[in-house]
């Protein structure tokens, strides 16, 4: 089966860094997304990671590891408008090229 | 156009009603996707189209009936729901299935069974 576990909730302070942990057990796994999702709004596209390493997008940065099934999202310079749920979500090319998303993590951005 | 439109924004139906969702994106996207959302959980895939075929359905009981007329609309036939049904349905498109393509998230449907 597919298997991926995020924190439930995160606060952090405004200005401050927060990091998000995504672990995933899947077979079949060929990458790992990151979605951004305000309460009552659609998910929007942060990151896609699919090789090891960090790859840095302004203020986020997406992290994999795919011998540690493990990746992390970090925010820096954090803004009240962060305030939202992180989705991790694998792709499983084997199971017929969908994602499987996380369970979320809401993050609450305090002043 | 970068975007995926959904109508309507809020349904209220009762359960012997027949409603649709519809669901439009012009960016040339050849897969489609429904997908459930509950309060405070993460998506829960429904149906995935690949070029108007379609491709995954996860299971989904058949009061929820998807249709893809042409490839850039997807509809969500729904009748006898159940209350337990309410929830926010997002349509999401990518230029194609395989590849690890982002998805672009449509606003959603916010349904409400009686």
């Known amino acids: 089966g597919q298997n991926i576990d995020q924190p439930t909730e995160m606060t952090a302070t405004e200005g401050a860094i927060v990091q998000i942990n995504c672990t995933y057990q899947t077979s079949g796994f060929n990458g790992l997304f990151w979605y951004q999702q305000h309460a009552g709004e659609a998910p929007t596209f942060l990151s896609y990671n699919v090789l090891d390493g960090l790859e840095e997008k302004g203020r986020f940065s997406s992290f994999l590891s795919r011998s540690k099934g493990y990746s992390y999202l970090l925010l820096k310079e954090l803004q009240m408008k962060d305030s939202a749920s992180y989705l991790c979500a694998a792709y499983i090319k084997a199971a017929g090229n969908k994602l499987t998303f996380g369970g979320g993590t809401r993050v609450l951005v305090k002043p | 156009d970068t975007e995926v439109t959904q109508t309507p924004k809020h349904l209220v139906m009762g359960m012997t009603n027949k409603k649709s969702l519809k669901c439009e994106q012009h960016?040339?996207?050849?897969?489609m996707y429904w997908y459930k959302q509950k309060a405070k959980k993460p998506p829960e895939l429904m149906f995935v189209y690949s070029y108007e075929k379609l491709s995954i359905n996860e299971s989904v009981p058949s009061r929820f009936s998807p249709e893809c007329p042409n490839s850039s609309l997807l509809n969500l036939h729904l009748h006898a729901l159940q209350p337990e049904d309410s929830a926010l349905y997002l349509c999401a498109s990518s230029p194609r299935l395989a590849g690890g393509n982002e998805q672009f998230f449509g606003p959603g449907t916010r349904l409400t069974v009686l």
């Open positions: 960016m040339g996207h050849r897969a």
